[in-house]
């Protein structure tokens, strides 16, 4: 441990010339995840031929995209309402699965768990056609919820995997501390554990919102009510305009106001996300 200090010690207080290549590498990654994002919000601003923005620089992209059919903030409502109940979701049923395969030893846990994983080895677009079927015969077909539903069977696997590494990495004299004093089972998960792995549920929350927010196949195969469907499948329709003509304007600024919230989440929760990847390997 006293090595690892002084090492991490010594990396801080290195010459700026040793530093430089880490620099320029780290800021090179940077620019090459943000080049297309400032491309997409310089384009949904410029002046471009065949847009709502032909002369001069301004937010006239955003008014036709503010005016697209049932209008831009009902596909926000729908994402943020799919966004919502898949994070809702996700959390519940990790939460108590990451718990059971961390803390209780039963006949076939493991198997279990790895057939849980196993979901991840399963083609996602093989699965789309059955659960349309499945969710016709249970009628949550084309509706918010049943979209949020089976994005959520394909978050779990992670997110059961996450939330178990995260209970194994506190420590078991916690909860045994809290039973100790009064608590019951759920108590010590709800009042000791819960705030112990609030970075592992940050990172799961995160996953599962991005997921959502940006799926695509999903609800093009589930959704068929066109005031029904979220922001991304949205804006792809626009693409399909009259005689060919593709507004480029409108869809650069369409990408923008779907990249917005997500850099602005992770910009906000980047150390609860960096925390909670890190956890598994802080056990012990």
């Keep these: 441990m006293a090595t690892a200090t002084a090492s991490s010690r010594g990396t801080r207080g290195a010459h700026p010339l040793l530093r430089t290549p ?7 990654l940077a620019l090459l995840f943000l ?40 596909y926000v409502l729908n994402s943020t309402i799919v966004s919502g109940l898949t994070v809702l979701f996700t959390l519940g049923v990790s939460l108590f699965g990451g718990y059971a395969f961390a803390r209780f030893r ?8 790895m057939l849980t994983l196993a979901i991840l080895m399963v083609p996602y677009a093989t699965l789309l ?10 009628g949550l077909q084309n509706s ?15 997110a059961t995997f996450m939330m178990r590494i995260s209970f194994e990495s506190v420590p078991a004299e916690l909860e045994e501390a809290a039973l100790v004093d009064g608590c019951g089972t759920f108590g010590a998960l709800v009042r000791v554990l819960m705030p112990a792995v609030k970075p592992g549920l940050i990172t799961v929350a995160l996953f599962a919102f ?24 949205a804006i792809a ?41 890190m956890s598994g390997a802080l056990k012990g």
Excluded: E
Excluded at 106 to 113: E, Q, S
Excluded at 144 to 158: I, M, S
Excluded at 244 to 272: E, K, M, N, S, W
């Design 237 to 277: 329709n626009m693409r399909q305009q009259v005689m060919g003509i593709v507004d480029y304007g409108a869809t650069q600024a369409g990408v923008v106001v779907l990249a917005v919230p997500c850099v602005l989440l992770f910009l906000i929760l980047q150390r609860h996300y960096v925390r909670g990847f």
């Design 129 to 138: 056609i059955p659960l349309y079927v499945l969710l016709n015969a249970i």
């Design 106 to 113: 039963f006949p076939g846990r493991n198997l279990l768990f």
């Design 210 to 233: 991005l997921a959502a927010w940006n799926d695509f196949i999903a609800p093009l195969i589930l959704i068929s009510s066109s005031d029904k469907v979220p922001l991304p499948l």
């Design 35 to 74: 080049a297309p994002l400032v491309w997409a919000a310089v384009a949904s601003v410029s002046p471009q031929g065949g847009t709502a923005q032909t002369q001069g620089w301004g937010f006239g992209n955003y008014v036709t995209l503010a005016n697209y059919q049932a209008g831009v903030w009902r």
């Design 144 to 158: 918010l919820v049943g979209l949020a539903l089976v994005l959520t069977l394909f978050q779990l696997p992670f």
């Design 22 to 28: 880490s620099y320029v590498l780290t800021g090179g």
